[in-house]
C-alpha cells in the first residue's frame, strides 16, 4: 500500500513517487476551514486497476458537515467503483460529495471514501493529478510549499497478538506541519496505513505461529515520508485461540445483512450464542448486482445497505471483541465484526454471497456476453475480495480484504426459470451460468496464485428438479465448485392454500401437492445429473412457514388442510422464526420422524417448522446419504442459546 499526499502536479508510480511544483488554485469565500487536509493511499493494484482511498481529516476546531471534493486523474484512468460518496465525472475531473445518509467530520476527526480504479497496467501513473476540498488544495498548504518530513517514529513495540494478527504501537512523530498518518512495513512492503496521528495499528491476515519483522514510518499531508524506525519482531500466536474447526461435515450459516434491524440479530449472537465455535462457513447475504451488471453496495436509486455493511458503530455490549467502535476507525458494521469473528475463531471461512431472491433481477442481463460475464466478476472480486474498503488497511497485504471474505458463494434464483417477478429469464440462462462458473472459478484461482491464498467458489441451488434442468448443466459445473448448498425448505407455504410441510425429508404418501418435494428428490436429481453426493450441503430452516383458519381435519392435526390463508408473522405473513414458534402457548405438536418434521396446531393456525428432534434428523440423513454436510438459512432464527445449531453440531460429530 502506498500513501500519498494529493497536490498539484502530483503523479505516481507504483513503486515510486514523483513530487513537482504545485499549482494551487484561488481559494473561494466558501474554502474549507484551516486543519482540513485530504490523504490520498492506494492499496492493491492488479493487471486492469487498484484500489485508493480519499481520506477527509479534519484538524480544525468546527465539525464539517459538509464537503466537496474535486480531483483529476491521468489520462486513461477512471473510478470502476466507489463507496462512502456521492460521485460525478466529466471526463477526468471526478467530484464527491456526502452520499444521501450524510457523512459529517467531527472537529479532530476524519473520513473515509474507498474506490476501486481502472488502469492500463501495473506501472501506470494513477494518483490523482490536482485535488480540492471545498476549493481550497488538499494538501492544506496555502501558500507555501512543505518540504520537512517527519521525524522517524521511536520506540516501536511489539503488543497483543492472535494466530492472524499483530498489534504494534510507539511514541508520535513530529513535524513541522502536522503528521498526517504512519505506514507500517513488512520490509519495503507497507502492511498498514495509519491515518491520523495515532500511534499505534493492528497488521492481520497473518499466518499463525510464524515470525515477522515490521519498521514504522511517518508521513505528513505534503507527501514527506520520514526515515524508518527501528525494526521490531513479532510472533503470531498458535492457531486454537478460538477452537479448531469442528469435527465432521461442513456447517454453513447464512447471516443477513437486514437481521440487524428488527430482528436484533448481530455477528456477535454467533459468538453469545455458542454457533460461531460449531460453524465451518458463514454466508454473508447478500451482494447486489446492478443493471450495469456489476457488483455494488449502494447504487445511484440508494438501494443496498452500505451502512450495515462498513458504517455502522456497535456498542461495546454488541461487538464480538468487546470494545466499542469509534467514528474513526478503519471499518466499522458487519464486515468489521465478522472480522473480529474470525480473529477469535481462526477456523471459519466467510463467503460473500451474491444475488439472493431480490437481488438476482440482473443476472441475466449480467452474464450475456463474454465482456459482460468479466465485468461482473472482475467487479465482485475487486470489491469484495481484492480492493473494497478492507484492502485499504493493508492488513494481510494486498487483496486480503481485511480476512473479512474468504470467497464467493452465487445465489442466483433462478437461471432459465421463474424467480422473482421482474427477474429477466432467457433460455441460454443455462450455459450462460456455465460460463459464468468456470469465470469466476478461473479469475479466484489467479488471486490466489497473486495473493498466496485459497478461495472459494460455492453457491445456492434449486429444489425443482425442473429448474436443475433448465438452469443447469451439473455435470460441467460441479468440478468448479468447492461445495453447493441445496435448498431444503420452502417446499411449501402460506403462498399455497393447502397446509403441508415445509422442508421434509421424504414424500409423505398422501401428499396432496400441487408440487410435490422431498429432501430425497432433491438430492437424487442432483445426484443423478451428475453431482458428487460429497459437495452436496443439505440446506435446513431456522424458521418456520404458517396458515391460518385451517380446520382440524380427519387426523385432528390440521396437516393436508385448506386455510384461509397465511398465519400472522412479525415481518411477514406466513413465516416466523423458530425462537419465536418455540415459545408458542396453546399448541399441540406433531410429529412425523421419518419425513424428519414437526408442526404445532391450535384448532386453527398451523405452523410447519423444525426443532432439535428435526434437525438431529436430518444430520444424520445428511450424513447417511453421504452428503458434504449441513446448511442453514438463516442464523438470526435460532434462539440465543444456539439450540438449533447445537442440535446439528452434536449430530454431525463422528
Known amino acids: 500500500m502506498r500513501t500519498i499526499s494529493i497536490r498539484g502536479w502530483l503523479c505516481a508510480a507504483f513503486a515510486a513517487v514523483l513530487i513537482a511544483p504545485i499549482i494551487h488554485p484561488a481559494a473561494p469565500a466558501s474554502a474549507a476551514p484551516a486543519g482540513v487536509t485530504v490523504v490520498y493511499t492506494e492499496g492493491a493494484r492488479w493487471e486492469t486497476g487498484y484500489s485508493g482511498q480519499f481520506t477527509i481529516d479534519n484538524a480544525s476546531a468546527a465539525e464539517l458537515a459538509d464537503w466537496t ?67 481550497s488544495p488538499c494538501s492544506g498548504e496555502g501558500g507555501g510549499e512543505d518540504t520537512q518530513a517527519p521525524s522517524a517514529p521511536t520506540g516501536v513495540a511489539i503488543g497483543a497478538t492472535t494466530s492472524s494478527s499483530i498489534t504494534l504501537g510507539w511514541s508520535r512523530s513530529d513535524d513541522n506541519v502536522g503528521v498526517a498518518g504512519y505506514e507500517i512495513l513488512d520490509g519495503s512492503t507497507v502492511v498498514r496505513t495509519v491515518i491520523g496521528d495515532t500511534p499505534g495499528g493492528t497488521v492481520g491476515g497473518l499466518d499463525a505461529d510464524t515470525a515477522y519483522t515490521f519498521t514504522v514510518r511517518a508521513f505528513d499531508a505534503a507527501g514527506n515520508r520520514s526515515a524508518a524506525s527501528g525494526a521490531v519482531s513479532g510472533r503470531t500466536a498458535p492457531t ?16 443477513t445483512q437486514w437481521g440487524i434491524y428488527d430482528r436484533g440479530y448481530l455477528v456477535s449472537d454467533i459468538d453469545t450464542s455458542g454457533t460461531a465455535a460449531k ?20 447504487n445511484q ?21 468487546g470494545v466499542a467502535d469509534t467514528w474513526d476507525q478503519d471499518l466499522r458494521g458487519n464486515f468489521n465484526q465478522l472480522r473480529e469473528l474470525k480473529a477469535k475463531y481462526p477456523h471459519l471461512k466467510v463467503n460473500l454471497s451474491i444475488g439472493g431472491w431480490t437481488w438476482s433481477r440482473y443476472l441475466s442481463d449480467a452474464v450475456r456476453t463474454e465482456a459482460s460475464r468479466q465485468r461482473m466478476v472482475e467487479s465482485c472480486i475487486d470489491m469484495f475480495l481484492r480492493g473494497n474498503l478492507p484492502v485499504f488497511d493493508g492488513a494481510g497485504g494486498p487483496g486480503s480484504a481485511y480476512g473479512v471474505f474468504d470467497g464467493i458463494d452465487l445465489d442466483w434464483e433462478w ?86 410441510h415445509q422442508s421434509n425429508l421424504l414424500l409423505h404418501a398422501s401428499d396432496p401437492g400441487p408440487d410435490r418435494y422431498s429432501a430425497e428428490i432433491t438430492v437424487d436429481a442432483w445426484t443423478a445429473r451428475g453431482a458428487p453426493a460429497s459437495k452436496l450441503v443439505l440446506g435446513v430452516p431456522f424458521y418456520s412457514r404458517g396458515w391460518t383458519g385451517v ?15 397465511p398465519a400472522p408473522g412479525p415481518y411477514e405473513a406466513g413465516i416466523d422464526d423458530w425462537k419465536n414458534i418455540s415459545r408458542l402457548q396453546g399448541y399441540t405438536l406433531h410429529r412425523d420422524d421419518r419425513l424428519g418434521t414437526a408442526w404445532l396446531y391450535n384448532g386453527s393456525t398451523f405452523w410447519t417448522y423444525d426443532d432439535p428432534a428435526a434437525m438431529t434428523r436430518k444430520a444424520d440423513w445428511s450424513q447417511a446419504e453421504g452428503l458434504g454436510g449441513v446448511m442453514v438459512w438463516s442464523l438470526d432464527g435460532d434462539d440465543g442459546q444456539g439450540t438449533l445449531m447445537t442440535a446439528l453440531d452434536q449430530a454431525l460429530r463422528p
Open 279 to 298: 460453524l465451518t462457513h458463514i454466508n454473508y447475504a447478500f451482494a447486489n448486482i446492478n443493471s450495469n451488471g456489476q457488483c455494488f453496495q449502494v
Open 69 to 135: 471534493i474535486r480531483f483529476t486523474l491521468p489520462a486513461g484512468v477512471r473510478i470502476g467503483s466507489l463507496w462512502n460518496a456521492t460521485l460525478s465525472s466529466s471526463g477526468s475531473t471526478h467530484t464527491l460529495t456526502p452520499p444521501g445518509w450524510g457523512a459529517r467530520v467531527p472537529a479532530g476527526g476524519t473520513y473515509t471514501i474507498g474506490f476501486n480504479g481502472v488502469a492500463s497496467g501495473t506501472g501506470s501513473a494513477t494518483a490523482p493529478l490536482t485535488c480540492t476540498i471545498d476549493g
Open 551 to 565: 380446520p382440524a381435519g380427519p387426523g385432528g392435526d390440521g396437516l393436508f388442510q385448506q386455510g384461509t390463508g
Open 301 to 321: 436509486a440508494g438501494q443496498g445497505d452500505a451502512w450495515a455493511d462498513y458504517g455502522r458503530s456497535f456498542t461495546a455490549e454488541q461487538s464480538v471483541d
Open 240 to 255: 486454537g485461540g478460538g477452537g479448531e474447526p469442528p469435527a465432521g461435515d461442513r456447517r454453513v450459516g447464512y447471516f
Open 415 to 500: 437461471p432459465g426459470s421463474e424467480g422473482n417477478p421482474g427477474n429477466v429469464i432467457r433460455p441460454e440462462d443455462k450455459q450462460n451460468y456455465t460460463a459464468l462458473v468456470q469465470e469466476f472459478r478461473t479469475r479466484l484461482d489467479a488471486l490466489g496464485t497473486e495473493t498466496g491464498r485459497t478461495f472459494e467458489l460455492t453457491s445456492f441451488m434449486p429444489a425443482d428438479p425442473r429448474k436443475i434442468d433448465a438452469g443447469f448443466e451439473v455435470d460441467r459445473i460441479m468440478p468448479n465448485f468447492d461445495f453447493v448448498t441445496l435448498q431444503g425448505y420452502d417446499f411449501h407455504g402460506g403462498w399455497e392454500s393447502t397446509t403441508n
